[in-house]
Structures are given as structure tokens and as C-alpha cells.
């Protein structure tokens, strides 16, 4: 029985206490008409008649299962309660006077309200209404008996049966007893006194079935403000999508959904000015293997605000970034002016254009004024570049040309500089290599930055080689040398603007730390990759991957490089490190 009962139990009902009593509360409305009935039966045939027996047969089944109906179709015990008290009462004040009044055994059925009440509800309060109903129903018969037709019965023997029939079913419940449980100490802990959030359980459908008590003072809200479309309706409109959304999922199988919405909160609790929507958070889960659903809504109003000003943060910093892209782009084009003039005006007196001059020093100064102008010109343009590449204005111009001219370019541009040094410089190409489509210009920059580099970097005597060769539809080439190589610590460092590896090698030459930079940049607007393999004393080896049909990116599509971009270092069995960008 107990079985059949908990299957009538209202699926919205998720808490065991309150399904246990819900549970008993079924089966005592379900059970009670077979004694109640019997009673009223056998006391009422010999003086109402047939007629009147059915009609208190009819009578009492009606209203108790009316009342077990309504708590298993609603899974609230407010109203059925109150009716069943009140049908108890009426029922028991009947029998009472049926039987010939106080002097009947039946009498004693009135301490079966109470201990019912017990039963079933556990609580004092309910112990108390039960016995007030009792009370009533003594009362009452008093009023009945001269109701009744023909003269007054008197008690009989086997009156003694209807209560010792009751007092039976009693015996295997005494162990279940559980009374006390409103006494200010509750039996078990609700979720919604655990946590700072409202408890919602919601049907298939999506309508809200029930509210905890914590929707007061949470949203200013009665819990019943919220039943039905009460919670939907308080939805912004913009994050309606979403709610529903998740509601569709949990009705397709899925256990949990999280999402973030704003409600529209009374004018009372936003004191009647600013914005009446406030964030919040929702869990939505399913409840157990039943059809309804439990969510959690807790309010996010600190996470909302935190999100907000990182949001600020990164506009700033993207903000600051533009400005100091556009800055350094500006500075750069007002310095190529005057450079290339001092560049132009050396040149021709280099070449004594108007005449030799007096004294070799000053043919000297001049070739001074010329390599110092260049060298500033270099670095300019290189910021120029870096900047470009960092604000999305630099533009990638694909064209189709062979890759070993333009590595052959770069070693007649590198062989003096590297012949002062006694360095070797070689280049290991593959005999298929072709044509690739990509930027001319980017391509020899990326080659010229990165030999400059290995011989800046490499001491006499040792070498600097420029590897190629095709991997499926990609370029891969790679610019290694016998230098003084790189430690762990510098790797992360390596690619970032104007940042050099400092040390006592380093030291001795001149640079902005632009030229690794700029090679990243170039290299991530084709879509390629970059990584360095290093070690101190054992050199260094900058490979890079290209597409050999060039980037994706339209020519005229500007390109928002993020700079410095994520490195990662990685072991091998010979210490050697490897950064990639």
C-alpha cells in the first residue's frame, strides 16, 4: 500500500519529508472510508434505512477520495488539510450521535483525529488543529441527536469493535511515529535554508509550479507571484531566447543547464528609480526520473559587475594599444623624411660629387653621418612595420615567386657582413622547392631579420644556414647558426617588441629588439608558424612553416595581429628548448 501510495505522490514534491507526509496523508484519506463507512452503516441501517446507509456509504468514500485526489493532483496539502479536518469532524459527530452519544464506545474514535494528525504530519500544530477538530465534532453531536429520527439508541456491546478495529491499525505504525518536528529544530535541513537562493520546480512545459520563501526577500516578490508564466514574464526580453533554450534541452534528455538572465524587479525593491533589471544566475536540473524540472536562482550581481569592468579594462587596454600603434606610426613616417634627405645629401658627398675633399677625416665624418643615418632608418622602418602589424593596417600583397631567389637575394645582401666575421653562409634547399605565393617583400624581410641575426649573434669562425623544403602544400625553411645560443629564462621574452637578451655577449652590439618581433608578425599574416629551438652554447635554429598557396585573408583585408603571442617551452634529451609563437 505504501508503494501505491508514493506513486500517487505529485511529482513537483522532491523533498522526502515532505513526500512522506504527503504519503500517509494519501493513504489514511484512502483507508479511513472503509472503517468510517462501516461504522456509519451498521449504526444508521436500523434506524435511517437502506436509503440513508448507501447515502453515508456513498457519502464518505466520495469526500475521502475527493480529498486524496486533490493533495495527488496538486501535491499542496493547504486546502485538502482544512477539508479533511472539517469532513472528520462533521463525520465523527455523526457516528457519535448515531451510536446514543458520550456513553458509546464509539466516543473514543474522537482520539483518532489527533493521533491520525500525529501520524501523518508529525508536527503539534497539527496535533492541536486535530484535537480542536475533535472538540468540535463532541459538540457537535450534541446538536445532532435530536436531528435524528425515532428515539435515541442506547449503547451496545459491540460498539466496542468499531474503535479496537481503528486501535489495530495503529499497531504497525507506532514505530513510525514521529512528533516534534516543528518545535523550532526541524527534522532535516531544506535546501533553501542551506543556500542564499530561490528553490524553483518547474513543470514539462516550463510554467512554474512552486517558489521557495526565499523569492521575498531575493526578488521582493510572493513566491505565488512567480507560479504559472510569472517567472517568464519577469524575463528581459533579450535573454528569453536562452531561457527557453535551456528549458528545450532538459525536455530533449539533458541533466543540467546554467545560463545568466536579468529580471525585472517590483519598484519597491530598486526604490522606484534606476534600472529595474537586475542579473541573476539559473540552474536548471532535472528532477530525478519524473517529468519536472528544479532550479536553483541565485542572484550575480557581483560577478555581472566584475564582468563589466573587465570588459572596461580591455577596452582601455585595447584603446591604449591603438593609441600607441598610431603614435609610433606617426613618429616613424616624420622621421623618414629628414633620414632619407641626410641619406641622400651623404651619398653624394661620398662620391664627391662637387668636388674632393681637403681632408680624409672628413670623408670619414661623412661615411659615419651616412651608416648612422641608414642604421636609424632601419630601425624606423622596422617600427613603422611592427606597428602596422599590431593596429591591422599592415596588408599582405600574395604573389606568386620562387623561394630561392629570394634566399639568394638575402645572402648577397648578408655575405659582406658575414665575410668581415669569417662566418659560413650556406644554404641547404631542396630541389622541388618552386614557387610560393606570398608577400615578396615580407618573405625577404622574414630571411634578411633572421640571417642578420645569426651572424650579429654568432662568433667568428662559426656558420649560419638557411634550410628549405616542401611538406605537402606547406614551405618549410629554417635559419640555424653555431652562435651563443639562447637560455630557458630568455625564451619568453624572445618576440615581444623591443625586448633583448641581455648578457655579457649581447651587450656589445647594437639593436632594438624589433627584428624577431617583426618576424613574428610577418609570419602569423601568412598564416604561418614560428618556432626556436636554442640552448646557451650550442646555437640557435628559427624554423618556420609557410602555406605554400599564402593566406587565407583577402590582400585589401586588414589583419589584427595579438602581440606577444603565447609561448611554450619543451625538453628534449639534450636540454634543448623550444619556444613556439
Known amino acids: 500500500m505504501a508503494a501505491g501510495c508514493e506513486r500517487l505522490v505529485h511529482p513537483c514534491v522532491a523533498g522526502e519529508p515532505q513526500r512522506r507526509t504527503q504519503r500517509r496523508f494519501i493513504g489514511v484519506t484512502m483507508a479511513a472510508p472503509f472503517l468510517a463507512a462501516g461504522a456509519a452503516v451498521t449504526l444508521s441501517a436500523a434506524r435511517l434505512g437502506a436509503d440513508m446507509a448507501l447515502l453515508a456509504i456513498f457519502a464518505t468514500f466520495g469526500t475521502c477520495w475527493f480529498v486524496a485526489l486533490l493533495v495527488s493532483s496538486s501535491g499542496s496539502l493547504a486546502l485538502p488539510s482544512k477539508l479533511a479536518a472539517g469532513a472528520a469532524s462533521i463525520g465523527l459527530a455523526c457516528l457519535i450521535a448515531l451510536a446514543g452519544g458520550l456513553a458509546s464506545p464509539v466516543a473514543l474514535l474522537a482520539l483518532a483525529l489527533p493521533i491520525e494528525a500525529a501520524w501523518v504530519f508529525g508536527t503539534r500544530r497539527a496535533v492541536i488543529g486535530a484535537a480542536v477538530a475533535a472538540a468540535i465534532a463532541i459538540v457537535l453531536q450534541f446538536a ?5 429520527p425515532l428515539a435515541a439508541a442506547s449503547p451496545a456491546a459491540w460498539h466496542w469493535l468499531i474503535p479496537i478495529a481503528w486501535g489495530l491499525s495503529l499497531v504497525p505504525r507506532m514505530a513510525h511515529f514521529d512528533l516534534g518536528r516543528d518545535a523550532g529544530h526541524p527534522a532535516e535541513t531544506s535546501l533553501e535554508d542551506v543556500i542564499d537562493a530561490v528553490v524553483l520546480r518547474f513543470a514539462r512545459t516550463g510554467e512554474v509550479l512552486e517558489a521557495s520563501t526565499k523569492a521575498e526577500p ?9 507560479a504559472g508564466n510569472g517567472l517568464f514574464d519577469r524575463v528581459h526580453i533579450a535573454d528569453r531566447v536562452a531561457y527557453l533554450s535551456a528549458l528545450a534541452d532538459l525536455r530533449e534528455g539533458a541533466d543540467l543547464r546554467r545560463l545568466e538572465l536579468r529580471l525585472r524587479m517590483p519598484r519597491a525593491a530598486t526604490d522606484g528609480h534606476g534600472d529595474q533589471y537586475r542579473p541573476f544566475a539559473l540552474d536548471l536540473m532535472r528532477a530525478g526520473d519524473s517529468d519536472t524540472f528544479v532550479a536553483l536562482l541565485r542572484a550575480n550581481g557581483e560577478l555581472a559587475g566584475l564582468r563589466d569592468e573587465l570588459a572596461a579594462a580591455r577596452e582601455a587596454a585595447a584603446g591604449a ?20 634627405a641626410i641619406l641622400g645629401f651623404s651619398d653624394m658627398l661620398l662620391h664627391e660629387m662637387f668636388g674632393p675633399f681637403k681632408d680624409e677625416r672628413q670623408k670619414e665624418y661623412v661615411g659615419l653621418v651616412r651608416e648612422s643615418g641608414q642604421h636609424l632608418l632601419d630601425v624606423v622602418t622596422s617600427i613603422l612595420d611592427v606597428s602596422r602589424i599590431e593596429a591591422g593596417t599592415y596588408r599582405v600583397q600574395p604573389e606568386p615567386f620562387r623561394f630561392a ?9 648578408m655575405r659582406h657582413q658575414a665575410g668581415s666575421k669569417d662566418i659560413a653562409l650556406d ?33 667568428a669562425g662559426g656558420s649560419v644556414t638557411v634550410d628549405a623544403r616542401r611538406v605537402g602544400s606547406r614551405l618549410h625553411f629554417a635559419v640555424s647558426d653555431t652562435g651563443i645560443g639562447i637560455a630557458e629564462h630568455d625564451l619568453a621574452s624572445l618576440g615581444k617588441p623591443f625586448m633583448q637578451i641581455q648578457n655579457d655577449y649581447t651587450r656589445r652590439f647594437e639593436g632594438t ?8 608578425g610577418l609570419v602569423a599574416l601568412h598564416e604561418g608558424t614560428m618556432s626556436i629551438e636554442s640552448a646557451p652554447g650550442e646555437g640557435t635554429k628559427v624554423s618556420i612553416s609557410l602555406p605554400l598557396d599564402g593566406p587565407k585573408q583577402a590582400a585589401d583585408e586588414p589583419v589584427v595581429l595579438p602581440m606577444p603571442a603565447r609561448t611554450e617551452k619543451r625538453d628534449d634529451s639534450h636540454g634543448t628548448l623550444r619556444k613556439t609563437a
Do not use: Y
Open 405 to 413: 631567389d629570394a634566399v639568394e637575394m638575402c645572402q648577397s645582401m
Open 218 to 226: 531575493l526578488l521582493g516578490l510572493s513566491p505565488d507571484l512567480l
Open 321 to 340: 594599444d591603438v593609441a600607441k600603434g598610431r603614435f609610433l606610426a606617426a613618429v616613424s613616417h616624420e622621421l623618414r623624411t629628414p633620414l632619407n
Open 144 to 148: 445532532l441527536a435530536p436531528l435524528l
Open 427 to 459: 644554404a641547404n634547399l631542396a630541389a622541388d622547392l618552386g614557387e610560393i605565393n606570398a608577400d615578396r617583400r615580407a618573405v625577404q624581410q622574414i630571411l634578411i631579420n633572421l640571417v642578420s641575426n645569426a651572424v650579429k649573434f654568432t662568433p
Open 513 to 520: 629588439g624589433l627584428g624577431l618581433s617583426l618576424v613574428k
